[in-house]
């Protein structure tokens, strides 16, 4: 059985199903208020939810129950400093670190926190909140966010960042120090003269491949990136696409040479009214388009950066998205094929896929 | 000192739907409730120390503003403000 964690304007919805099927809603909480991302710790099968409360701010919920039993508790430290000029909008991501109870989350304006007691208490990552680069971080239209946290397999101190719009962070020292990661990448929405110092770069996803953790690929604002050298350095991979605009990239776990991304336009960040999910096996030297079974006409879907996951790998590889129309489609093989997985759901923030056996969790998405 | 009247998450929070907290204006008493009951922290002020912006305050009945003074005797309530759409 798979576990699909839909993030919606107005609450988080479960679904359970089995790939190739229509999915079943199980289970709804935080009911009417916007769910930005929920994930479920594959490690003791704690979920997780962010949400922000119109009336009471941004928090993390988390529980060890059903979600929805109503024993969802608040996290504590999830928080700018006080007395400043800011205060915390709103955690993008929630993504489990590499060490006993380690949880990372990120979130407007450009902060990372950390948690070493399984989710429960919250620390700024002081380095990353005072880098003296940070004036020149640039809010988009979607904020300032850290969206998307990238662990290195067995090594806790090595950790990827994507701000947008400020770049790739990466730290090898467990957050002491940042150092930026942009050789590479055009921002074709700048002055040509700042482009080779710009630090305001609007990355929209990131991911690492598990299985070589020195590779990552990134969908830019423009062009889709491939990083062989643990995210320092990045070569333009998007050559072959229908459009170099996007939000979301997932990866197979199984294969550091694949990708797939969902193209829109740059004109309206929707699908050009036919929908594809693109796949690169070759580490982006060719892509193919995906779209047996999604809709070929009068389909503009907007797809966010966190509406795309992957449960499993190789050949067992589920594929998932969900759009801001309230659509969810699944693919059980791969992306060879797809199908509608769920429909008039509230417009979709974030969705993550896991794996449930008799109730419990065995294993999640990766990230 | 003052009355607070709480309802739904943040009664939940506190653990009571009625406290005693001092305070000469609205600001100082949030500040003050805050401190004295840390499940509340910044569910009603965020942490530039600023009202967030959906949640009503009423003095007596009355909407009241950050800089409206407090009496002893007066009864506060704090109230998600209505919205839609």
């Known amino acids: ?367 | 000192m003052a009355i607070v009247r709480l309802r739904g998450q943040l009664e939940k929070l506190a653990g009571s739907s009625e406290l005693a907290v001092a305070g000469t204006t609205v600001a100082d008493l949030l500040q003050a409730l805050e401190q004295e009951h840390s499940g509340l922290e910044g569910w009603i002020l965020d942490e530039r120390g600023v009202l967030r912006r959906h949640v009503n305050v009423f003095v007596n009945g009355e909407p009241a503003k950050p800089d409206n003074l407090i009496a002893e005797t007066d009864t506060i309530e704090i109230l998600p403000a209505i919205s839609g759409g």
Not at chain 1, 93 to 99: S, W
């Open chain 1, 1 to 367: 059985m798979t576990e699909l964690l839909v993030g919606t304007r107005k609450g988080l919805f479960v679904l359970d199903g089995e790939p190739g099927s229509t999915f079943e809603i199980t289970a709804r909480a935080f009911v009417g208020e916007p769910v930005e991302y929920a994930m479920r710790d594959a490690r003791g099968g704690r979920l997780f939810a962010a949400v922000t409360s119109p009336f009471w701010g941004p928090r993390i919920w988390f529980t060890d129950g059903e979600p929805d039993d109503g024993d969802w508790q608040p996290a504590r430290g999830v928080a700018l400093p006080k007395g400043g000029d800011d205060a915390l909008e709103r955690i993008w991501v929630i993504v489990a670190g590499e060490a006993d109870g380690l949880l990372y989350a990120g979130g407007d304006p450009g902060v990372l926190f950390e948690s070493r007691d399984n989710g429960e208490t919250w620390h700024l990552n002081e380095a990353l909140w005072e880098h003296p680069t940070r004036a020149r971080w640039r809010r988009d239209s979607g904020g300032l966010s850290v969206h998307s946290i990238a662990p290195w397999p067995g090594d806790p101190d090595r950790l990827a960042l994507a701000i947008s719009a400020a770049g790739v962070w990466l730290t090898d020292d467990g957050g002491t120090t940042w150092s930026h990661g942009n050789e590479g990448i055009v921002a074709d929405y700048l002055p040509e003269q700042t482009r080779a110092t710009a630090i305001d770069l609007c990355v929209h996803h990131l991911e690492r491949a598990p299985g070589r953790p020195e590779r990552l690929f990134l969908q830019f604002h423009g062009g889709v990136y491939r990083s062989d050298d643990a995210g320092r350095s990045w070569t333009d991979i998007g050559a072959g696409l229908p459009h170099d605009f996007g939000f979301p990239v997932v990866l197979d776990p199984a294969d550091p040479d694949s990708a797939y991304v969902i193209p829109v336009t740059t004109a309206d960040r929707v699908t050009d009214g036919c929908v594809a999910v693109w796949e690169t096996r070759d580490a982006g030297a060719t892509w193919t388009a995906r779209e047996r079974g999604l809709p070929q006409r009068n389909a503009w879907l907007s797809v966010l950066r966190q509406s795309f996951t992957a449960a499993h790998s190789g050949s067992s590889l589920e594929l998932y998205f969900g759009a801001t129309s309230g659509e969810i489609f699944g693919s059980g093989n791969a992306g060879a094929s797809w199908y509608g997985v769920a429909t008039r759901l509230p417009a979709i923030a974030s969705l993550r896929a896991g794996r449930r056996s008799a109730g419990v969790t065995i294993t999640l998405a990766p990230r």
